[in-house]
């Protein structure tokens, strides 16, 4: 359960429910609340308000919390994610997604942006960009490798051109998808991207959310809408023609 939190940063208890209950099991609050209670007596855990996204409580790791993982074999990089309430949302919504990807029969792993984070801190083979998730899908023949970003704000023209700059020269995945809240963002991403050579597509939240399979992506460099199967399809037969 503390791994857990830790690898989301925040999560609510309804997600931390989901995450920790296997796929064809039905979930158990009742213990889960025993154990929060527990995690909580002993200073590992703090409990917050909960948020539009999550209205339910929301849980993060106390430095006590973060100081035990490295003892249950796992490192995380500190992000002081309850100091940063702006950010709670953004968190949470990206669990929203990832647990709709855990239903997706093409999904095989997650790697969090607390991984990714550590990696890079640890120069254990960093990718280009801390991004949101890193995550592995099954393709036709071959396991593709797909970054993720949530992106709720646009940045400036000269950071999404060094964004750019770094995806192009990002080796270790085979595309990255930005999946944004607003119709307004994906706007400024396509125009941002429209140029990219790397394959980088536009999903929305709540399609995503809802069911990644039946999502549709807008790929920029072309200018036209897809289904997210197919972006699987076309990323996959890039990779097998640079090989």
Same mark, same amino acid.
């Given at each position: 359960?503390? *791994?857990?939190?830790?690898?989301? &940063? ?21 213990? $889960?609340?025993?154990? $929060? ?10 409990? *917050? ?11 993060? %790791? ?6 035990? *993982?490295?003892?249950? &074999? ?48 640890? &120069? ?19 396991? $593709? ?35 944004v809240p607003a119709p307004q963002l994906k706007a400024a991403l396509s ?11 536009? &999903? ?9 399979m039946e999502a549709k992506v807008f790929y920029p460099r072309l200018s036209?809408?897809?289904?997210? %199967? ?14």
């Amino acid at each position: 359960m503390l *791994l857990q939190v830790g690898r989301s &940063g925040i999560v609510s208890r309804n997600q931390l429910c989901e995450f920790l209950t296997p796929r064809d099991e039905k979930p158990n609050k009742k213990v $889960l609340g025993n154990r $929060l209670r527990r995690l909580e007596a002993h200073d590992l855990l703090q409990r *917050l308000p909960g948020i539009r996204a999550a209205p339910d409580a929301l849980y993060v %790791l106390t430095r006590a919390g973060e100081s035990y *993982l490295p003892g249950a &074999g796992e490192y995380l990089s500190h992000r002081g994610v309850a100091q940063h309430r702006q950010n709670w949302e953004h968190w949470i919504e990206i669990n929203h997604i990832h647990l709709a990807f855990r239903k997706a029969w093409r999904f095989i792993t997650w790697e969090y942006e607390s991984q990714i984070r550590t990696r890079s801190d640890c &120069g254990d083979r960093p990718y280009q960009k801390e991004y949101d998730a890193v995550i592995t899908l099954v393709g036709q023949d071959d396991l $593709l490798s797909v970054a993720l970003e949530y992106e709720r704000t646009p940045k400036s023209a000269p950071r999404y051109e060094q964004i750019r700059q770094n995806l192009e020269s990002e080796t270790q995945i085979d595309a990255c998808l930005y999946i944004v809240p607003a119709p307004q963002l994906k706007a400024a991403l396509s125009n941002a991207f429209e140029k990219a050579h790397k394959p980088i597509y536009i &999903g929305s939240y709540q399609d995503f959310r809802h069911d990644p399979m039946e999502a549709k992506v807008f790929y920029p460099r072309l200018s036209y809408e897809l289904p997210f %199967l197919e972006m699987l399809q076309m990323v996959e037969e890039r990779k097998r023609r640079a090989a």
